[in-house]
């Protein structure tokens, strides 16, 4: 990571992607401030706070009046901007807090067939204040206005200093109001004419599709939500909604919050600046998902292979979620040929866990998918056990007593088998003899 990158500004700490972004920037060691209009730290759909609550500094101001905490934007490397609403109707987030399927569907289906109550009790202050125009435009576009005004610390900066907006690609219509990405559309392009003649600062757009989380059991996906919604449309007649395509567009995947928040972390870092809009492939490439081309284009400059890896590696950083989703070649031949003759590049993973944990079905499903091989101590014992050599003779009395296989034993039968598997693409998942102890 970037040296120069201490502190960031997440507007939005406390919501869905702002908190995400928060965890995943205090686990490479940056400082964060959370600006909301409550002010009030994170806490989960059962009121817990993480941990990693405590060491995010909680500040409440307003992000359409940015003068509220203008003080801090001179101290910041990077700014992000999380706010959003997917619907005009805010009673969309109570029904998703309550588990409340039938009011989320309700809310939904009256988007798509353009009810949108009364019109008179849709003209507060309140009301337009949580419209597109303000939500997904106005208050990012203010916020960048204050933040391209601001000083910069006569430290060494993170510059270009970066001003993240979460954006989203455009694949909600008809269900969502086409009136929710053109805002989004609008907020690019003014956040673009505001770092106009700026080169101390950029933009950059993270484009992520549907989001998704751990959720309770109950809830229903994003295709499921459809195709329920296109069958009410469709009922009687001999076609299928066009609401089913979607759905199937939707059955893809989609991309984790965590991971999200771990591109906005690599995208921070000016020591390879990426600007304008980052899609789900990009972010893909960022987080070393899949190998980019030899020279991939980043927003207006282009980033070399290596560039993209030395990047990845900077923000990948060392919470739970990212070295879940760390990424590996495990086949060589589908990646470049450099590969086959740097050894250092192959990944050696290690697979453990109590017994029962599913060491050996994640294993069987490693080994069947890509061409690598599996090692397992329980195995190897078993095999020398069966083979009645010197080790499975020892080893078997031991098992009988009930005892635990000696490291020195295990040691030799685990480099032994290694040493034949040299230059191999391998996992290594020790077994049930409690090895090493």
Excluded at 199 to 204: H, K, T
Aim: glycine share 8%.
């Amino acid at each position: 990571m970037n040296s120069a990158l201490r502190r960031i500004l997440v507007i939005g700490g406390n919501g869905f992607i702002g908190s995400a972004i928060c965890k995943a920037a205090l686990a490479k060691g940056i400082q964060v401030t959370s600006i909301s209009s409550s002010g009030l730290p994170y806490r989960s759909a059962k009121g817990h706070a993480p941990a990693w609550v405590n060491k995010v500094d909680w500040q409440r101001g307003d992000a359409l009046h940015p003068e509220s905490f203008a003080h801090l934007l001179p101290e910041v490397d990077g700014v992000i901007h999380t706010l959003g609403t997917l619907l005009e109707n805010s009673n969309y987030k109570q029904a998703i807090k309550r588990g409340d399927i039938l009011g989320l569907v309700g809310i939904l289906h009256n988007n798509v067939v353009g009810d949108h109550g009364n019109p008179l009790e849709n003209s507060t202050d309140e009301s337009r204040r949580g419209s597109y125009d303000v939500m997904n435009r106005d208050t990012a576009l203010r916020v960048c206005e204050a933040f391209v005004s601001s000083p910069m610390e006569s430290r060494a900066p993170n510059a270009p200093r970066p001003f993240v907006y979460i954006s989203a690609e455009d694949i909600f219509r008809p269900l969502i109001p086409g009136r929710y990405i053109e805002s989004k559309r609008e907020a690019e392009r003014g956040i673009d004419s505001l770092m106009d003649g700026r080169p101390d600062y950029r933009g950059v757009y993270i484009r992520p599709t549907t989001l998704h989380a751990k959720m309770p059991p109950t809830m229903p996906t994003p295709s499921s939500i459809l195709r329920s919604i296109g069958a009410t449309l469709a009922h009687g007649s001999n076609t299928t909604s066009s609401l089913d395509s979607i759905a199937n567009a939707l059955t893809v995947p989609p991309i984790h919050v965590d991971h999200v928040a771990a591109a906005v972390c690599a995208v921070l870092d000016s020591a390879s600046p990426v600007r304008g809009a980052v899609g789900v492939q990009r972010m893909r490439e960022l987080l070393g998902w899949v190998a980019p081309s030899e020279e991939t284009e980043v927003g207006l400059g282009r980033v070399d292979r290596q560039t993209l890896q030395k990047q990845f590696c900077r923000s990948i950083g060392y919470s739970v979620p990212s070295r879940r989703a760390l990424p590996f070649f495990l086949n060589a031949k589908a990646a470049n040929d450099d590969y086959e003759h740097d050894q250092s590049r192959f990944l050696r993973m290690l697979m453990f866990g109590k017994p029962g944990a599913g060491k050996g079905t994640l294993s069987a499903r490693l080994v069947n998918k890509y061409d690598i091989l599996s090692l397992s101590t329980g195995d190897l014992l078993r095999q020398h056990i069966a083979e009645r050599t010197e080790v499975g003779r020892e080893a078997e009395e031991t098992v009988a007593r009930g005892g635990l296989i000696p490291d020195e034993i295990m040691l030799k039968v685990v480099t032994s088998k290694l040493d034949s598997l040299h230059n191999k693409v391998r996992t290594f998942r020790p077994g049930q003899t409690s090895f090493p102890k």
